[in-house]
DNA sequence: ACTGGCTTCGAAAACGTTTTCGACTATATT
DNA sequence: AATATAGTCGAAAACGTTTTCGAAGCCAGT
C-alpha cells in the first residue's frame, strides 16, 4: 500500500482524515493533525500531484514559456533567470511552482502552447517574446487560460501585459543626445516580428518630433540581435556619406559588433559617434568606453510578473485588486562614455 | 461534458476507443481511428496529464533542475540553454516533456528535489552543480527515481553522470604551457562546494606532476567564480613577489576581472602573463588579446543527457544498451592570444 | 450448421487524492 | 432530562484517463 492510505492506516484514521489534516482544514482535532503531520514529515510523504491535481482540477503550478534555441544560446544574455527566479519567489508564496517550460522556434512556441494548455499542465502561464499579432494571446483568450504577457501586443481583447517603457527610454535617451547637439540620431532594430521593434521605433520618432527632428527611415537599421549584426551595422554606418553623429540600440550585444567595426575604422564610440545602447547586460558592462545604458530589476519584474498573474487566477482574486494589469516598467539611465560628447567635439574624417 | 466523453459522445464510441484510437493501439479499427484522429484535431482534444499520469502511473516529463538565483543572474552565461535545448529535443523524440525545474539556493535545492520527487512532479530528472558530497544524489539512489548527474560526485553508489573532460582540459592546457618554457603555472578554483574545483585540482596536480614540476598552494586561487572574484585574483597575482608566468582559470567570467586588474597595473594578459581560460563563454569571446579556451557543444551535451536518462527509464531501457552511463566530456582548445608567448619574453618589472 | 479464430468494440475497474455529507460524541442550553 | 450545538471523524463519490477482459460480429474451414 501506498501514498494517503498506507499513512492512514499507520495513525488508524481514514484518508480523508490525513487529507484534511495535511491541508489545513478545522474539522480535525489539533492532536491528530499534529500526528499527520509528525507522520507525514517522518515518511516523507507528501501527496501525489496527479491524483492531487485530478480531483481539484488544478495542478498548483504556473508555466513560463521561454525560447531556448541554438540561437538563444548563442546570443544569450541574464535575462530571464533574474525573471524566473523573481516570478519563482513571488508564487512560491502561495503554494504555487514554477516550472519553465522550453521551447526552440517561434511556431514550435505555438504547438507547445496548445499542448500545454489541452493537456492541463499548468493552471496558468506566462509567456515571453510577444509578436506585434501573436497566435498565442487569441489563443489563450479564447481557451479560457489565465496568463500574462511580458510584451504588450496588437492581438487579442485586453489581456494582462507587461512591458518594458520604450517610450520612456526613447525620450530619456534622445533629450540626451539632442541636449548635446545631436540631431543625425540613428536606431538599430531587431529585424525579428516581436513587438518590441515595433514599439521601440514609434516610440524613437515620437522623441525625435518633440524636438522638431524629421525622420529619416535611413538612419534607421534592422538586423538580427546579435555581435554580427552590430558588426554590420557598424559597417552600414561607416559606408554612409553623411554618417548620424548618434545611434540607440536595442539589445546590447549590438554594441559589441559595433564597436568592433567602429574600431576597424579607426572610429571611437564616444568621441566620434555616440552611442546608448538598451538594456544594461552581462557582456557590455566590460566595454570601453564604458556603454551608456538603461538599467532594471530583473528580479523586481519577476516578481511583478507573478503577482499579476495571481491576480488573474480565480482562486486568489479575491486577494488582489481587479481590472487587467497592464503596466510599463521603468528603466533608469546609466550614465557611460559612449556617448559623452557634444556633437561640436565630433570629428570629421 | 468535456474531454474524452465529449470526444466519445461525439463520435457515438466509447470513451476506451477513443483512447486506444489516440494511444495507437492494435484493437481498434482503422476507420474509427482515422475519425477519432480527425474530431480530435478539430476539437483541439488532447488527453489531460493528471489523469492520465494517475492512471499511468507515471508523467511523461522529466525534470532539469536548475539554479536561478540573484547570483546566477549576475554571473549567468548561456551553460544552460544550450543544455536545456538539446535535451529537450532528445526527450521530445520520445514523446517526453522536458520542464526546466528552478531553484534559487544551494539548500533550497535539496528541499525541492524533496518535494518534486514526494509528488511525483516528473518521472526523471538531471541535476546539475554537482557536490562533492551531495545529498541529492542520495536521496534519489534511496528513492529509486531515475535521474543523471551533470558532474561527478562521492555521493551515492554508482549513479549516472556525465562531466566535463577537466582531466584532459588540463593536461593539454598545462602542456601547451610547459612547451613554451611556463613552470609558475597558477590555477583560480571556484570557493563553493561543487565537486568542479576538487577535481580540477587534482587534474592539475597530475598534469603538473607528469612535467616534474613540484605543486605549489600558493598559486592555487580560490573565489568567488565572478568578475570581481578574477579582479580580486589580478590583485593577489600581482602583489606575489614571484608571480607566476601563466595562470589557468575555471571560469570565463574570471578573465574579465582579472584582465582589467592586469591593465591597471599596466601588465598584459599574453605577455606578461599567460592566460588560459576554462569554458569558451559569451563574456569573454570579446577580451582582448583573446582569450586561449576550450569550446564543447552544449546542445551536444544536452542531447548526451537526454538520451543518458532515457536509458535509465524502465519504459525505454530495452532501447538503451545497459549499464549505469558516466561520461567525460571532451573539450577542444580554442587557441587565443592570450598565453601564445614563450616564457623567456615575459617582462620582469 | 457448427466451431474456431480474428477483429473490433464497450463496460468497468483502477490510479490517489479531495471534498461532501452524514454520523457520532461530548458539551452546552433549555 | 431532553434537546440543540459544536467538534471530530469516516464512507463514498468524483476527477479523466488507460487498460483489462469479455462480448459481439464476421469469416473460413470443416
Chains 1, 2 share one sequence.
Not at 177 to 198: F, K, M, W
Not at 243 to 253: D, K
Not at 285 to 296: D, Y
Request: positive net charge.
Amino acid at each position: 500500500m501506498k501514498g494517503i492510505r498506507h499513512l492512514a492506516k499507520q495513525l488508524n484514521v481514514s484518508i480523508g482524515t490525513v487529507s484534511k489534516a495535511l491541508n489545513g482544514r478545522h474539522d480535525v482535532n489539533e492532536k491528530t493533525r499534529k500526528r499527520v503531520l509528525a507522520a507525514a514529515a517522518k515518511l516523507g510523504y507528501a501527496p501525489n500531484q496527479s491524483g492531487r491535481s485530478l480531483r481539484q482540477g488544478s495542478t498548483n503550478a504556473v508555466g513560463f514559456m521561454i525560447e531556448f534555441s541554438p540561437e538563444a544560446a548563442a546570443n544569450s544574455d541574464n535575462f530571464f533567470v533574474g525573471l524566473v527566479e523573481g516570478a519563482q519567489s513571488a508564487l512560491a508564496r502561495h503554494a504555487l511552482d514554477l516550472v519553465v517550460l522550453p521551447y526552440s522556434t517561434q511556431e514550435d512556441s505555438f504547438a507547445q502552447l496548445q499542448r500545454i494548455v489541452a493537456r492541463r499542465l499548468v493552471d496558468a502561464l506566462i509567456i515571453s517574446a510577444t509578436l506585434k499579432v501573436d497566435p498565442r494571446i487569441e489563443y489563450l483568450s479564447h481557451a479560457n487560460i489565465p496568463f500574462i504577457a511580458l510584451g504588450r501586443s496588437d492581438s487579442g481583447g485586453r489581456h494582462p501585459w507587461i512591458d518594458l517603457d520604450f517610450e520612456g527610454v526613447a525620450e530619456s535617451a534622445i533629450d540626451r543626445l539632442v541636449a548635446r547637439g545631436h540631431r543625425r540620431i540613428a536606431v538599430a532594430l531587431p529585424d525579428n516580428e516581436t513587438n518590441l521593434g515595433y514599439v521601440f521605433l514609434s516610440s524613437y520618432r515620437r522623441a525625435l518630433k518633440r524636438h522638431g527632428i524629421p525622420f529619416a527611415p535611413k538612419f534607421v537599421f534592422r538586423g538580427p540581435s546579435s555581435e554580427a549584426g552590430g558588426y554590420r551595422i557598424g559597417g552600414e554606418l561607416v559606408a554612409l556619406e553623411q554618417r548620424p553623429t548618434a545611434i540607440l540600440l536595442v539589445y546590447e550585444l549590438l554594441a559589441m559588433g559595433l564597436y568592433r567595426r567602429l574600431n576597424e575604422a579607426g572610429l571611437s564610440p564616444g568621441r566620434d559617434i555616440a552611442v546608448i545602447g538598451f538594456r544594461e547586460g552581462p557582456q557590455a558592462r566590460f566595454l570601453s568606453p564604458t556603454l551608456t545604458c538603461f538599467r532594471m530589476s530583473l528580479h523586481d519584474l519577476g516578481v511583478t510578473l507573478g503577482e499579476s498573474l495571481l491576480a488573474t487566477l480565480p482562486a486568489f482574486s479575491s486577494a488582489y485588486p481587479v481590472g487587467t494589469v497592464q503596466k510599463i516598467w521603468p528603466l533608469q539611465l546609466v550614465p557611460g562614455e559612449s556617448d559623452d560628447f557634444s556633437v561640436g567635439r565630433a570629428r570629421t574624417l
